[in-house]
């Protein structure tokens, strides 16, 4: 069965470096997303990908992260000047349809 | 502003019938989601709605009244795999989601 696949699983940083988790989706969807769950919390939007452009972002998806098709299959999610906030697991989720998505297992990213 | 509300925690016992209900306020709305998430793992999509009425699909089935602002997911024969947290999420406008903070339940032999 198609998956979405993520890497890493876990990425360590120090506060200030940049980091980008790569999101594999499955090949024929066209809606891309990136969610964050910081521990313990819900679940948050951070942007949709639709047609190789953002179609929306949340007030969270501030100038520091930025996303990228950069080939015809990967999909990647950058965070500039990592803060200890950020720590989160970071969802990546595609849909060959905007009313559905399949999310990947996730990056946990922990800033230190 | 955006809110959705769920309760935070519930529990059942296998073979019973549980509802988890939703309720939200969006500055738009564009369809409905319910979603299962089990410790430590992803989501894993459940239901859509965006009409009123309800959708079944096996043991689980979703309702949604958007004039109340209300949905509720359905899980029935419950079984001990099924504890989980229920994530209730509206997309209000384009592809904008807000999730609500997910109900934890508990399914006791």
């Known amino acids: 069965e198609p998956e979405v696949t993520q890497t890493p699983s876990h990425q360590v940083t120090q506060m200030g470096q940049e980091v980008i988790l790569r999101c594999v989706p499955i090949s024929n969807h066209l809606y891309f997303y990136w969610y964050r769950q910081i521990l313990g919390q819900k679940v948050e939007f951070l942007v949709s990908f639709y047609n190789n452009e953002i179609s929306e972002k949340s007030e969270i998806f501030d100038d520091q992260f930025s996303v990228e098709r950069p080939d015809g299959s990967n999909f990647t999610l950058k965070i500039r000047s990592t803060k200890l906030e950020d720590s989160a697991m970071y969802f990546c989720a595609s849909g060959d349809r905007a009313a559905e998505a399949f999310f990947g297992q996730g990056t946990r990213l922990t800033v230190v | 502003g955006q809110n959705i509300d769920q309760p935070t925690e519930m529990t059942a016992t296998e073979g019973a019938i549980v509802q988890i209900n939703c309720t939200y306020q969006?500055?738009?709305?564009?369809?409905l989601f319910w979603y299962q998430q089990h410790a430590g793992e992803a989501p894993t999509f459940l239901s859509y709605?965006?009409?009123?009425g309800l959708e079944e699909k096996g043991r689980f089935s979703s309702f949604l009244s958007r004039s109340k602002g209300y949905s509720y997911l359905l899980l029935k024969e419950l079984q001990m795999k099924d504890s989980a947290s229920y994530l209730c999420a509206v997309e209000d406008y384009g592809q904008n989601f807000v999730f609500g903070p997910g109900t934890r339940l508990s399914v006791l032999p």
């Open positions: 709605n965006v009409l009123d």
């Open positions: 969006t500055s738009g709305f564009n369809g």
